[in-house]
T-cell receptor
Framework: DAGVIQSPRHEVTEMGQEVTLRCKPISGHDYLFWYRQTMMRGLELLIYFNNNVPIDDSGMPEDRFSAKMPNASFSTLKIQPSEPRDSAVYFC?????????????FGSGTRLTVV | SQKIEQNSEALNIQEGKTATLTCNYTNYSPAYLQWYRQDPGRGPVFLLLIRENEKEKRKERLKVTFDTTLKQSLFHITASQPADSATYLCAHPGTGGSYIPTFGRGTSLIVHP
């Protein structure tokens, strides 16, 4: 397996534009997580899915953020409209049922810069 | 809510020495803790999981301990090498079926040749 695949690796956009981040989890992993990492706040959980169903989105900053998982092999995180404070590295991670001895497998992240 | 605390100051050590990193947590003891390594520009990579009934776990040059009395986990790298230089994160993956993982801010380790 190629691991968790995220695209794009880098995204520079202007304030007010829509941004869509994409993630392909590892096949067979039932859980998918979206994180945001900044120097100030560290790694923050935004939302997670179990079997394609959103379970907890309490970490989503506000209504400008939305996430979907239409099938087991694809998820998106959308920001509309984007703001400079959204600039961060966004990670997608997947795992089998947690606690079974395996940790989360992270993608390489998308570095988002909103100017 | 559960908090994970790691030393924010970088740890500088000489090659060959043992590096020891600390992870403290508040509130309830988790069923297990995880340790990850993160290199610049990359996502965290899972290293080890230790359960609350395991006092110690080893993997090659890595050793993790879990003390529920102190609410602390220690992460050791023996015979450290410059290639071990990275940020190490501690994570509590949530309990009671609500898998809401909480990560510490991580501790940067710098191993000098």
């Amino acid at each position: 397996d190629a691991g968790v695949i995220q695209s794009p690796r880098h995204e520079v956009t202007e304030m007010g534009q829509e941004v869509t981040l994409r993630c392909k989890p590892i096949s067979g992993h039932d859980y998918l997580f979206w994180y945001r990492q900044t120097m100030m706040r560290g790694l923050e959980l935004l939302i997670y899915f179990n079997n394609n169903v959103p379970i907890d989105d309490s970490g989503m900053p506000e209504d400008r953020f939305s996430a979907k998982m239409p099938n087991a092999s694809f998820s998106t995180l959308k920001i509309q409209p984007s703001e400079p404070r959204d600039s961060a590295v966004y990670f997608c991670a997947s795992s089998p049922t947690p606690g079974q001895g395996e940790g989360y497998t992270f993608g390489s992240g998308t570095r988002l810069t909103v100017v | 809510s559960q908090k994970i605390e790691q030393n924010s100051e970088a740890l500088n050590i000489q090659e060959g020495k043992t590096a020891t990193l600390t992870c403290n947590y508040t509130n309830y003891s988790p069923a297990y803790l995880q340790w990850y390594r993160q290199d610049p520009g990359r996502g965290p990579v899972f290293l080890l999981l230790i359960r609350e009934n395991e006092k110690e776990k080893r993997k090659e040059r890595l050793k993790v301990t879990f003390d529920t009395t102190l609410k602390q986990s220690l992460f050791h790298i023996t015979a450290s090498q410059p290639a071990d230089s990275a940020t190490y994160l501690c994570a509590h993956p949530g309990t009671g079926g609500s898998y809401i993982p909480t990560f510490g801010r991580g501790t940067s380790l710098i191993v000098h040749p």
